[in-house]
């Protein structure tokens, strides 16, 4: 049987810790007294947590709030200057890299071409190319004056939670332990490296972004692959190998899967029949084109969009039936159509979920673009120290 360890000073600080910070990133700067009485903390603890924040220079002081009776509080907003966080993304054409401050401000985006070739377990060109991304990025950040909390990389596939990539047949890849390749190469000590599937750090940006609790975040950037946060919490499975929707199956033995029904290349081969995918490494301006035509009403253009709604919306009666979600957040490409796609796939979804359709799951498009797994990666680090796991090195 396991038994729960008593908490202590030590979690109950972090606990607390963790409120003022939600508090001040949910609702933006407040004085101690407004924060006190938002999140029921008394005065005095919610002084010396404040104070602690402001040394750690997590929080900052900005002015005189305009209280309406008594004295003016002093206004305290989450201070970005000291700390940031680097999320990597890597799709079989580009690397992207994005990192963020403390307060969620961007301070670099980048894209760079990738042609790296299949990842060894010794070497490659693909390990390289990240690394080399992954040091300038923090090379960057470092000369903002910021200590960089971790570097996250947003893999599509099979991902254990140690950082091992089992297998990404997007990128070719079987068998590869990326943190430990990244790690050793980066020669960081202390740096916090971590290596998760695609779409699992999109949903983690799209909760973020959102402030829900139950939300499916699909990406069909490399197949289909879904995020699943439930209660707040992103779903891992026993080892980290979850969403892989794409693999739905119905029928026969060699029936079509919904990757093949719904999948962003298949759309575009049905939308664009002259489209040869061997001539192009980004599926984007493809992407763009389809979107056009179908602005421009194009039929057989429509057609397709609607026979892929169809199909994804009943791949995703499948998720809404297991997992109940508030939301479907429909990311990267799939965003780029939605105005299309979502039409028949909703009406899909209604009709194969067995929940009320009053108040039942709604289908959005994500307003976070194609580098949303990038942004996910680094804000992990971030939702650490929110917790309370405050920064121990500067």
Known sequence: MKTTRPADFTDVRATNLSVVLHHLRANGPSSRASIAASTGL????????TGSLIEQRLLRETGLTGNRIGRPGTALALDGSAY???????AADRLTALAVDFSGEQLLLWHRAFDGGPATTGSGRAVSAITALAQRAATRVRQQG????????????????GGTVRLSPPLGWADVDLRGLLSGSLRQPGLDVAVANHAGLAAVAELRHSGGHDLTYVTGAAGIEAGIVVDGRLLHGSRGFTGQIGRFTLGPAGSPTLADLAGVEPLVRRALPGFDPESLT???????????????GDTAVLGALRDTGTHL???????????NPEVIVLGDHYAALAEWLIPAAAAEL?????APASGGTRLVA?????????LGGAVTHLNR???GTLPTTR
């Open 282 to 296: 980004d599926l984007a301006p493809a992407v763009e084109q389809v979107a056009t035509l179908a602005r421009f």
């Open 313 to 323: 919306g009943q791949g995703l009666a499948l998720v809404a039936n297991l997992v």
């Open 146 to 161: 910021r200590h960089v909390l971790g570097v996250t990389v947003a893999v599509p596939g099979l991902v254990e939670e």
């Open 350 to 354: 209604s009709r194969n979920t067995l």
């Open 84 to 90: 940031a966080a680097i999320g990597l993304q890597v």
């Open 42 to 49: 008394n005065k005095a603890t919610v002084s010396s947590l």
């Open 385 to 387: 120290v929110d917790t």
């Open 366 to 374: 994500s307003g976070l673009g194609l580098h949303a797994a990038a």
